[in-house]
């Protein structure tokens, strides 16, 4: 069933973020529309992301873990559309299946929550993050860290944080911001860290061949965010990079073009090779070409990393 006389049902994880952010899409939509606060159903989707917390994603099936049981919710008609961070949506993705608006993207920088700087760090520091990007990318700033696997939620992984078993960990600042816990951690600068590829967007998924909905989404689009994070997928696309691969790219909109800034970093954080770029919105060969510029430039040791 289609747009219809009941409520459309948005499916979620049952994070506090993802549903925060459910709860966007759902204003937000009412809000364009018009429609009556009870329009949209939120409905929540366990995924197996959220069920397996003591390895790294990367271990047990990457972005995917997110995403498939949404995907399956869609297929089987349970839930008429989903929301993801897109930084957790696969590159390469099904057919069937179509990334319909994405919200207006928030702030993409990563936040240092423990300590006011890396340098405040003692000698010999412990970090918590699943993210092999900004593990190496601490790595790179600290080469006497060690990184410990920190998988959860933003308020697990802030308990650990005051438990003592980590000295400092990373979050996104927008999910942060939209937790309403602006006031956790210290912003760092994009020179310092480049975030991942889609940090701080929000897309709605809905079956490509539901045109009446994907249709109804697309009003609350915003093509900023969609063609900056469009430029950054494509980066994504020529690695070929796995969620062992720390990436890193940020696309900047300034008028009727896009500057684009892409990085590969090895885990230990001793090589780092970037590329950018002047590229008009929407092209794709050349946010291609700053992905394979960034492979011929690498090491064998790092080329390895996206070659398996």
Known sequence: MYLSDRPLRLGTRGSPLALAQAHMTAHALITAHGWAPDAIEIVTVQTSGDRIQDRALADIGGKALWTKELERALVAQEIDFAVHSMKDVETIRPAIFQIAAMLPRADVRDKLVGVESFDALPANPVVGTSSPRRAAQVMRLRPDATITLFRGNVATRLA?????????????????????????????????????????????????????????????????????????????????????????????????????????????????????????????????????????????????????
């Not at 897309?203 to 609350?220: F, K, S, T």
Request: aromatic residues 2%; negative net charge; hydrophobic residues 50%.
């Open 160 to 308: 650990k944080l005051a438990a003592g078993e980590v000295h400092a960990t990373l979050l996104a600042a927008a999910g942060l911001d939209r937790l309403d816990q602006s006031d956790v951690g210290v912003t760092i600068p994009i020179d310092t860290m480049l975030p991942a590829p889609s940090q701080g967007a929000v897309g709605i998924e809905a079956l490509a061949d539901n045109a009446p909905l994907y249709e109804a989404l697309a009003v609350i689009s915003d093509i900023d965010t969609t063609d900056a994070v469009a430029a950054e997928r494509a980066v994504l696309k020529a690695l070929g990079g796995t969620c062992h691969s720390p990436i890193a790219a940020l696309a900047v909109v300034d008028g009727d073009g896009l500057y684009l800034r892409a990085e590969i970093i090895s885990p230990d954080g001793q090589e780092t090779v970037a590329q950018e770029t002047w590229l008009a919105r929407g092209d794709d060969v050349v946010a291609q070409a700053i992905g394979r510029a960034l492979l011929e430039q690498a090491s064998p040791a790092l080329r390895a990393l996206f070659e398996g």
